[in-house]
T-cell receptor, first 115, second 109 residues
Framework: DAGVIQSPRHEVTEMGQEVTLRCKPISGHNSLFWYRQTMMRGLELLIYFNNNVPIDDSGMPEDRFSAKMPNASFSTLKIQPSEPRDSAVYFC?????????????FGSGTQLSVL | GQQVMQIPQYQHVQEGEDFTTYCNSSTTLSNIQWYKQRPGGHPVFLIQLVKSGEVKKQKRLTFQFGEAKKNSSLHITATQTTDVGTYFCAGQKGGKLIFGQGTELSVKP
């Protein structure tokens, strides 16, 4: 199994630009999570999906952030417009147990730098 | 909201010394998981504890879940340079997995 695949690995953009992060979960996993990691705030849960349906988006910082999961094998996290404080590593993770009861498999992350 | 607190934030040890990190939740947890993240890497699952008072061992690592299911610890015996990284606990309540701030372990050879 290829594991959770995220793209791009690195993204450098200018303030105000739209950023789209992509994630392909492990085949057969029915829950997908987006986390953001910074030195100051650690690993923050942004949103998670069960069976492609967003269950809890209370961690999404503000309306500039949106996430979709159009099918079981693909999810996006979009930031529009981006700001320097959005700079962080964004991780996608999946698990085969609904509700997050199982262990999470993390992707390699997207290092986002907003200048 | 729910918080998972982890201490210490950093730990520097000499190779061969023991290491312990502690995790506390403000609420009762369904289960607790531990992850390790190597520098520049992503979190990797180590173990899950479900039962009150549960103790599990993986070679030199010992994991405990408190009787009240609100706290947990990870103890590493005789650290090695390969143990370097950040260790995270993650508590589950409902469908959410909330991560502690992590303990960054450095090991001096």
């Amino acid at each position: 199994d290829a594991g959770v695949i995220q793209s791009p690995r690195h993204e450098v953009t200018e303030m105000g630009q739209e950023v789209t992060l992509r994630c392909k979960p492990i085949s057969g996993h029915n829950s997908l999570f987006w986390y953001r990691q910074t030195m100051m705030r650690g690993l923050e849960l942004l949103i998670y999906f069960n069976n492609n349906v967003p269950i809890d988006d209370s961690g999404m910082p503000e309306d500039r952030f949106s996430a979709k999961m159009p099918n079981a094998s693909f999810s996006t996290l979009k930031i529009q417009p981006s700001e320097p404080r959005d700079s962080a590593v964004y991780f996608c993770a999946s698990t085969q147990h609904g509700g997050g009861a199982g262990k999470l498999f993390f992707g390699s992350g997207t290092q986002l730098s907003v200048l | 909201g729910q918080q998972v607190m982890q201490i210490p934030q950093y730990q520097h040890v000499q190779e061969g010394e023991d290491f312990t990190t502690y995790c506390n939740s403000s609420t009762t947890l369904s289960n607790i998981q531990w992850y390790k993240q190597r520098p520049g890497g992503h979190p990797v699952f180590l173990i899950q504890l479900v039962k009150s008072g549960e103790v599990k061992k993986q070679k030199r690592l010992t994991f405990q879940f408190g009787e009240a299911k609100k706290n947990s610890s990870l103890h590493i015996t005789a650290t090695q340079t390969t143990d370097v990284g950040t260790y995270f606990c993650a508590g589950q309540k409902g469908g959410k997995l909330i991560f502690g701030q992590g303990t960054e372990l450095s090991v001096k050879p």
